[in-house]
């Protein structure tokens, strides 16, 4: 038999040939699913509450409140500033994200804390003299960071939605206390921390929190945050907007003023989260409740599952090479839309009805074909931002800088965030005195049409930098019920890929009657219309199945890989964090990623 030439190529591209050959003979690269979803493992199962997160100590943090009778809001903020303190690669007070809550009632909202540009930002803010971007300007240092969001949306949340059995003092003081008295670093965590290396040698503030006299923590010892855990006090005697008017406020804008970045304090104070009405959307009966722009990822998750409806998903085989070419012709055409129309609903009007009616999304469709790929350049019919030709794949490392969590408490109130520093660790600055990481969120903004951002997207003008405004999202926290009721809580870090691992998670469960952990655990593949080419997590399918996509016109990349690794995510991507409730017996069921080293669920 022929050997797939072109395949192999694609893949020598992505990881070293040696390492390459040495898979491809042993039969690693690609090998049968069959043997990732026969092992299926239990969930986490609790009659009540549960929280899941990518930090077993933050799900606890939350767990711990929802056992007192707290609500999911509840839990939601404790489990989220705790996570600053014990998953700072994404938990973070420095950055920003979006809220999807259900309540038991049936009320449905989104709250966005997203990151703003600062007032003195401007469309070109990244390019040079001639008009090029500046490698490095819009993702390191202070002038990559947008003002955050992260504490005035939680406060929002429990100011609206708490269950009012604890103030917000009471939410912030498991963090405090985790950042005061020390977390045991676990493997996963040093890990985390040894990544950063390079970030922080540049950042000295970062160095000397993020290490310990420069020198790596080790599994095994004790971190403690003295900084960070001052700033947690000053948030619980002053309150949320000590953040952005106190003296942690002070600090950040000072910093900013001596290093050349430009959030200040009037950008701090003029900070607000917005409460956004969620997306709707349906799929073989279930309701999608969903994140609205500036996330481009509910709008996207509405129109692929819109495109797949017609199809019988599930009868067409588990990642067989008709499944793979549908799902991924259903992305192209999706991310296609994201470039051209999304961006911050404050500053540009974007056509969310026209979108995510499902008539148009299935005229998307209308000259897919089960034999040939369509190529994406055609799809961007005149190329009308200047794009550039695709070209290869883009290293494409996502790992979690930003993180997922889901929650469902005894009443059955659902909430499902998703926040981030955007880059690991975020734009590399921890404030001066106040321990916390700056997101690199600027970058998530299309510094310039035509030209790829860190997630190898390509942006229109509708995202362009403007003072005050969000830069567009990736991030889908989604709810899902079934019959009226609740029935999944999902979510997932990975920049584009979030869009599509939640894609993955929903139809999994709905179309293939996987259970919540193989929905979670199966091998992911993803296609963002530009670069043209479907990147698929190890162990996704077999090697003929690779060479039928091939011959229909697909390239695949394989998601770098690093042999014997201990840290799943460097070979893979996501942590879909997710929470199934089960019809029969209401017990809530609790999916921890498998990727992720030290996630973890936990309830009552
Ligand atoms: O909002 C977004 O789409 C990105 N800032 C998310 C970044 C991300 O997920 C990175 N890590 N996994």
Redesign the pocket.
């Known amino acids: 038999m022929r050997y797939p030439l072109p395949f192999v190529a694609v893949v020598r591209r992505v990881v070293s040939a040696r390492t390459v050959s040495r898979l491809l003979a042993i039969g690693l690269v690609f090998s049968s699913p069959a043997g990732v979803l026969l092992a299926q493992r239990a969930p986490f199962e609790a009659p009540k509450g549960v929280v899941v997160s990518a930090s077993l100590t933050a799900s606890e943090v939350g767990a711990d409140i929802l056992r007192r009778g707290g609500n999911a809001v509840d839990a939601a903020v404790a489990t989220g500033l705790a996570l600053t303190v014990t998953y700072p690669r994404?938990g973070n007070i420095g950055g920003g994200?979006f809220l999807v809550l259900r309540l038991e009632d049936g009320r449905t909202t989104a709250i966005d804390f997203?990151e703003r540009a600062p007032a003195a930002a401007a469309a070109d803010m990244y390019l040079d003299a001639s008009g090029q971007v500046v490698p490095g300007r819009s993702t390191l240092g202070h002038l990559a960071a947008g003002v955050p969001g992260t504490v005035a949306g939680l406060a929002l949340a429990l100011e609206r939605y708490g269950s009012g059995k604890f103030s917000w003092s009471d939410l912030v003081e498991p963090a405090r206390k985790l950042a005061a008295e020390g977390i045991p670093v676990t493997p996963g965590l040093a890990r985390d921390l040894a990544a950063g290396e390079g970030i922080f040698e540049r950042f000295p503030e970062s160095r000397r929190v993020f290490q310990r006299n420069g020198r790596l923590y080790q599994a095994g010892e004790r971190w403690i945050q003295p900084e960070l855990g001052r700033t947690f006090a000053r948030l619980q005697t002053h309150g949320p907007r000590e953040f952005y008017e106190g003296e942690t406020a002070a600090l950040l804008a000072d910093d900013m003023a001596r290093n050349g970045g430009l959030i200040t304090r009037d950008d701090l104070r003029a900070y607000r989260p917005v409460e956004r009405e969620v997306l709707r959307g349906s799929y073989r009966g279930h309701e999608i409740i969903t994140m609205p722009p500036p996330?481009?990822?509910g709008i996207a998750l509405l129109q692929m599952l819109a495109m797949l409806e017609p199809h019988a998903l599930g009868d067409l085989g588990h990642n067989s090479a008709a499944r793979i070419h549908l799902v991924t012709e259903v992305m192209r055409r999706a991310f296609r839309d994201r470039a051209e129309y999304l961006g911050d609903p404050d500053f540009v009007r974007v056509p969310v009805a026209g979108l995510t009616d499902p008539a148009y999304a299935r005229g998307l469709m209308k000259h897919f074909s089960t034999e040939r790929a369509t190529p994406s350049a055609g799809l961007a019919a005149g190329t009308p931002f200047g794009l550039q030709p695709a070209t290869p794949p883009a290293a494409g490392n996502?790992?979690?800088?930003?993180?997922h969590y889901s929650i469902v408490d005894a009443a059955g109130n659902a909430v499902s965030v998703?926040y981030?520093?955007?880059?690991?660790f975020g734009c590399g600055v921890t404030v001066p005195g106040a321990g916390f990481l700056l997101?690199n969120?600027m970058?998530?903004f299309t510094s310039k049409v035509g030209v790829r951002n860190m997630?190898g997207l390509l942006q229109g003008a509708a995202n362009a930098i403007a003072p005050g405004k969000r830069?567009?999202?990736?991030?889908t926290p989604t709810i899902v019920l079934r019959d009226g009721r609740l029935f999944m809580v999902t979510g997932?870090?990975?920049?584009?890929?979030?869009i599509t691992t939640t894609l993955h998670v929903i139809t999994h469960v709905i179309d293939d009657a996987m259970s919540l952990t193989q929905a979670v655990d199966a091998p992911r593949f993803h296609h963002q219309w530009m670069p043209d080419i479907i990147r698929v997590e190890p162990f996704l399918t077999s090697r003929d199945t690779a060479v039928m996509l091939e011959a229909k016109g697909h390239t695949l990349a394989l998601q770098r890989l690093y042999a014997n690794s201990p840290e799943a995510s460097a070979r893979s991507?996501?942590?879909a964090a997710s929470i199934l409730i089960d019809s029969k017996s209401g017990l809530r069921l609790g999916a921890p990623d498998l990727r992720s080293a030290d996630a973890g669920a936990a309830g009552h």
Do not use: H, Q
């Open positions: 994404a994200g997203r996330s481009s990822g996502e790992s979690s800088e930003t993180t998703t981030t520093l955007n880059g690991l997101n969120e970058d998530d997630f830069p567009l999202s990736s991030m997932s870090p990975g920049g584009p890929t979030i991507w996501g942590d």
